[in-house]
């Protein structure tokens, strides 16, 4: 008879199965919940856990106002979890009017805390007396620190680019942003690669947008797929077959927002875009109850064509 996955757990040595949900813990609160409800409630609820879990999706304010958090973050505190130490800390200082909270604070800014430490830090600097100094020393410390990290070119490439326009780009008024944007695209930034290469293919008529946006797309960028999907059905040849089967076995959802990326891109930037040429047909059986992987392709060049032309 075979094993079900719960046995097989059980006979792991158990110190094994804690490091793996304290490592669990310490990336995702949603996916140690699922292992609590399924099979590692036990281990789950070792002092460890609470020790190591993350806590970035608990709002802050959820300590005060809603029990059942206040249960699980006060698990977290006892256990000796360093954000829930600064989370209590700080509320109880500067709520409650606590000094006792200070304890907790130095707990975790033993820890290594960097909150915690700052918060000290700003304390002692408004209480004033000997260590006023060394506490300013740490203040300027930790923003000539955060400067010469924030410029690695690692933090360039993981950047989140959502809250900067289309359009910034190519616009020479705002030469700061651009310089951001371009540093982002040197870092090999998938967002900024996409943004370059479609730019420089459909404003400029550049082929080398198309290594830009290769790059993009070989490294998951599922929108630069989708562009050179599109381009390479336009353009025939030995890759157009690829193409469509990219086009074609994406989902309704997919293909639409990706769409509507590659439109609300060419409408920032580009009013009137290189256009690809003639438009290809597809599939060559009309049906009204039959769709092929080639007849969704062609609904997709529709759609695509709308914009383009």
Known sequence: MSMSKKNYIEY????????????????????????????????ANEPSVYQNVTLVSIPYRRWSIVQEAISFLELCRVSGNLEALYRKDVFDFFNRNDPTAL???????????????????????????????????????????????ANEPSVYQNVILLSIPVFIWPCSVVRRCTSFLEMCRASENLEALYRKGVYDFFKRSDSNGLGILSQGADDGHIGASYVLAIISIFNGGESVREGIMFIANMTPLKRRRCREKLLYTLYGWVPEPHLLGER???????????????????????????FLY
């Not at 110190?15 to 036990?42: G, P, Q, T």
């Not at 130095?106 to 100094?133: C, K, P, W």
């Not at 059986?285 to 007849?295: A, K, M, T």
């Open 103 to 149: 304890g907790m604070i130095n707990q975790a800014a033993d820890g290594d805390h960097i909150g915690a430490s700052y918060v000290l830090a700003v304390i002692s600097i408004f209480n004033g007396g000997e260590s006023m100094r060394e506490c300013l020393m740490f203040i300027a410390n930790i923003s000539r620190v955060l400067n010469e990290v």
């Open 12 to 43: 792991l040595p158990r110190e094994l199965l804690i490091d793996i949900v304290e490592r669990i813990a310490s990336y995702s609160l949603k996916d140690l919940m699922r292992v609590k409800l399924r099979v590692l409630n036990e281990v």
């Open 280 to 306: 290809p047909i597809c599939c060559t059986v009309q049906s009204l109850h039959f769709r092929c992987e080639l007849s969704r392709c062609d609904l997709e060049i529709d759609e695509v064509v709308k």
